[in-house]
């Protein structure tokens, strides 16, 4: 457990201030076991923790969810996925379902591809990121949606999608062509809390406007973030953004615990100037390093 946050000294001012009591089995394949006693105080605290950045889960050190006894109180990994590789869905790999616009076509010219070092500026992590982009000028001002796998994890009582990304040129709101809805320009995590219909996630007619339905999908924004203006190729390596959304299970609705979908969303009007890729951009969002995990917590008092 304790090599599980990176930020230990930040986790155990965390775990004191919270007066959380947790017993830790700490044994060579990573499990812990917790928690005597957790009341819903302590919960907000572990949800502000983790919502001020304050613990970073390492997914280097968390077991892996399919492998570890699900009868044990755990935290472990569901995936983790720092896009080493050409295709960002690769159907040998069971992660992401599909990558899409938001007209909801997943066909050809997805706004979203995987890139080298050398032609972003460095990664959060290994060789590669992904890259998010939209395209100059009017009518063009669109999302594009990274969808998840469906994972069965009713067995547990959070999950956290962490995520690291850099912003360029981000602006306040965008008002988004297809839909006429106005967003923050940039990403967020929505989770699916309708049926697979209702989300998007089948193909029958009409998808792109539920694959955007807020009565369907629950989004959570990082803290909007001013006066960063970096551009592609030219931001420090401290430019890079921790996101982190921490969810109760409880906060989705039964039909969808067994049946965890989500989608990692960047809204975006413009994109490289000209649609020049070696060209500068006016807005873009660099994403690496994503790591969903699910924590197991049982609670003594009722
Ligand atoms: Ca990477
Ligand atoms: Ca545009
Ligand atoms: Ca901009
Ligand atoms: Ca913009």
Avoid at 266 to 274: K, Q, R
């Amino acid at each position: 457990m304790i090599k599980l946050f990176k930020n230990l000294s930040l986790f155990f001012a965390f775990v004191l201030a919270s007066a959380l009591i947790i017993t830790f089995n700490h044994c060579s394949n990573a499990r812990f076991t917790q928690v005597e006693a957790i009341s819903q105080s302590d919960i907000d605290d572990l949800v502000e923790g983790i919502s001020n950045g304050e613990l970073e889960v390492d997914e280097e050190e968390l077991p892996n969810c399919t492998v570890v006894d699900p009868d044990v109180p755990l935290a472990c990994l569901v995936f983790k996925d720092s896009f080493e590789r050409k295709n960002i869905v690769d159907h040998d790999d069971f992660h992401w379902e599909t990558v899409l616009m938001d007209n909801s076509d997943n066909t050809s010219n997805v706004d979203v591809e995987i890139e080298h070092k050398e032609f972003l500026g460095d990664a959060a992590k290994g060789e590669n990121a992904i890259l998010f982009r939209g395209r100059e000028g009017k009518s063009s001002d669109h999302e594009v949606f990274l969808v998840s796998s469906p994972f069965d994890l009713s067995g547990y009582s959070y999950l956290v999608v962490q995520y690291k990304y850099v912003p360029i040129g981000l602006e306040d709101f965008i008002k988004l062509t297809a839909s006429g809805i106005e967003t923050v320009e940039g990403p967020r995590v929505d989770f699916c809390v309708g049926t697979n219909y209702d989300c998007g996630l089948t193909e029958e007619p009409g998808r792109h406007k539920r694959l955007r339905d807020p009565d369907n999908w629950s989004s959570y924004f990082p803290g909007y973030v001013s006066g960063q203006d970096y551009n592609i190729r030219a931001f420090p390596k401290d430019g890079w953004i921790m996101h982190q959304v921490l969810l109760s299970i409880g906060d989705l609705p039964e039909n969808r615990r067994s049946e965890v979908v989500f989608k990692i969303s960047v809204a975006l009007d413009e994109g490289f100037y000209g649609n020049d890729r070696h060209r500068d951009m006016e807005d873009g969002v660099i994403l690496d390093d994503v790591v969903f995990a699910a924590i197991k917590v049982e609670s003594t008092t009722q």
